[in-house]
């Protein structure tokens, strides 16, 4: 692979190396939000982005802060944890990059289908949502203010603060499951 000349790609186009590829995650984002033809899905590169770095960053954090705590205890159970956050965190993070690594490489392809990134860029919206109501299912009861008026959504959001917490991890999972099917079915 060089980046000396151009080349015929799958689809008839004729591009230069440097164009035809993206190197890597960072790289994904900025081709697919120039390759795309989607007003929807370049939106959700720039919220994707976002919201991938924040909940990057959040990890980051908590692990820090975990093995500032644990700094000098035994292995075991403290292991076990730390190693527990990075698996988490790749649970979390995953299912938010993936529809702009699957449209980055259905791009690099020669495959345009708008189409496929319109439906992707919306279940990855539906994706971060699900985040959202995880954090509202399983927010602990002194973070959660009985005074507060949420106007129209107020029964809703009561709804969510009575559901036990553990139920907030069906929406994410159910939401990456979309992810994945919406891929399949657009194939």
Do not use: C, K
Not at 120 to 148: H, K, N, Q, T, W
């Amino acid at each position: 692979m060089s980046d000396a000349g151009p080349e015929e790609t799958p689809a008839g186009n004729t591009q230069t190396g440097s164009e035809r590829t993206y190197r890597g995650l960072p790289g994904a984002f900025p081709y697919a939000f120039r390759r795309s033809g989607s007003r929807l899905f370049r939106s959700y590169v720039l919220v994707g982005g976002l919201a991938a770095l924040a909940l990057s960053a959040a990890f980051v954090l908590a692990l820090i802060y975990l093995v500032g705590g644990t700094f000098g205890a035994r292995a075991g159970v403290f292991t076990f944890s730390r190693s527990f956050y990075v698996v988490v965190a790749l649970f979390v993070i995953a299912p938010v990059v993936a529809p702009v690594l699957l449209v980055a490489r259905r791009h690099r392809t020669g495959r345009d289908d708008t189409g496929y990134d319109r439906a992707l860029a919306a279940s990855g919206y539906l994706f971060l949502l699900s985040i959202y109501l995880m954090l509202v299912v399983s927010a602990p009861a002194e973070f959660r203010d009985p005074a507060a008026q949420y106007g129209a959504l107020e029964p809703a959001i009561r709804a969510l603060y009575d559901l036990p917490p553990l139920s907030g991890l069906a929406a994410p999972v159910s939401a990456a499951v979309v992810v994945y099917l919406v891929h399949r079915w657009q194939r």
